[in-house]
């Protein structure tokens, strides 16, 4: 790669060469080694090996071979030391001249093919991440990287002509390491570069809109999505009012169809948080999260089930009043559905919601449009549940309602009674008539049954046709 004329380099490292030479690469005159940081070093000279010093970190080395060029390792390893003490504590450090080569140098290190995961069934909950083997050089540049664009020197308008899109892509790309310092790292420094770079803040909010999507109708498999999210959590605290057009799609194209994912347990805390950000931004947004919830409800994972709920007490939360009133039927329709569950983790969630002073608050205030709503269930649940926890849990809340309004639940329980009633005639009218039909079909079998066990085939002498009763099979014998 070109040199920095002002710079006496000497011999220039190669970019990169076969790991068989590295030794050689690496046996440097003593001089080459000295500290950055040494006090009577001249500042032109400082500048000359720092440069010399991000060239030497461009070789890579083989880490699956633990025992093969372990002096070569040691004197970068050393280097990138030095560079990240530098960057971090030596000021006037990186002129123009640097950016080229520290940015060359991060890519050569960072930007490679991800290996497939060794466990196709990888599950992050339950198995170990594959670790990065060569992360004792890795997470140096990493920091080197991070430094640099803490660094008080840091220009964004000379660093934007190398972290460009196609760095800011490929870095993203990373985010798929199933090593978690690595996404660590990532998270930190993509959010360094949304704050600084700010003509790639649209680009970097489209890919990964990109990512979503992909995660959620193609691949359903991304590492790095609770990462992302988290980034993201913090770019949505900063959009400006009134929200684009742009951020209210990316919730509702990609934001709620994230809920969909089988592999939702692994970041929901992170898109919850997303979610009730964007409604703490702009609070119309409320009845499109509520009802995209509503729409995307678990059927059959119970534990997804109980996450749902507890990001609507998060939202409710936060729920303006006005904003509550437009969504309380549907959602109290799902409440009650939850309470109702025969597994009892759903239904205790959904009845914590009475313990929660403001969601009361919020019922209190609804409570003629609420009530109806949910009365049947707590009262036939209230006779029926397995579970004793949740029998008393739903008796303090018929306590908490006959407190609210009394006369309204008073008129919903003879309501309830008279309809349990009717229901309990009709039950029994029909249980009258299935009877008188079941009894009039058996004696009408067993007629047939009587006549069908020997009979005669009149037209054909000859022959003579038995016929079994119906759990024999039906055969004939010709004499």
Known sequence: FSRQRQFNLGPVLPFSAPLTFLPNLFSLPLSFLLHLNHPDAPVAELHDLFCKK???????????DCVA????KEIKRAALNELVESVATSRGVLIEPLYPEAIKMISVNIFRTLPPSENPEFDPE?????????????????EFFLRFLESPDFQPSMAKRYVDQKFVLQ???????EDPREREYLKTILHRVYGKLLGLRAYIRKQINNIFLRFIYETEHFNGVAELLEILGSIINGFALPLKAEHKQFLVRVLIPLHTAKSLSIFHAQLAYCVVQFMEKDATVTEYIIRGLLKYWPKTCTQKEVMFLG??????????PSQFIRVQEPLFKQIAACI?????????????????????????????????LV???LYRVSKEHWNQTIV??????????????SKLFDDLTASYKVEKQKLKKKLVADGVQGHLHLSSSVMHIKSKSSQAKVCYNLNDINQKVFCFPSKHKHYSKHF
């Open 69 to 72: 060029d372990l002096k070569g």
């Open 54 to 64: 991000l060239q030497q970190c461009c070789v890579l080395f083989d880490f699956l």
């Open 375 to 377: 009365f049947a269930t």
């Open 392 to 405: 008393s849990l739903i008796y303090n809340v018929l306590k908490t309602f006959m407190e609210m309004n």
């Open 340 to 372: 109702s569950s025969p597994h009892f983790q759903v239904a205790e969630r959904a009845l914590y919601f009475w313990n929660n002073e403001y969601i009361l608050s919020l019922i209190e205030e609804n409570c003629q449009v609420i009530l109806p």
């Open 126 to 142: 339950e198995d170990e991440p594959t670790l990065e083997a060569s992360w004792p050089h890795l997470q140096l540049v990493y």
């Open 311 to 320: 990001e609507i007490e998060e939202i409710l939360d936060v729920i303006e």
């Open 171 to 177: 870095l993203l790309e990373l985010f798929d390491s």
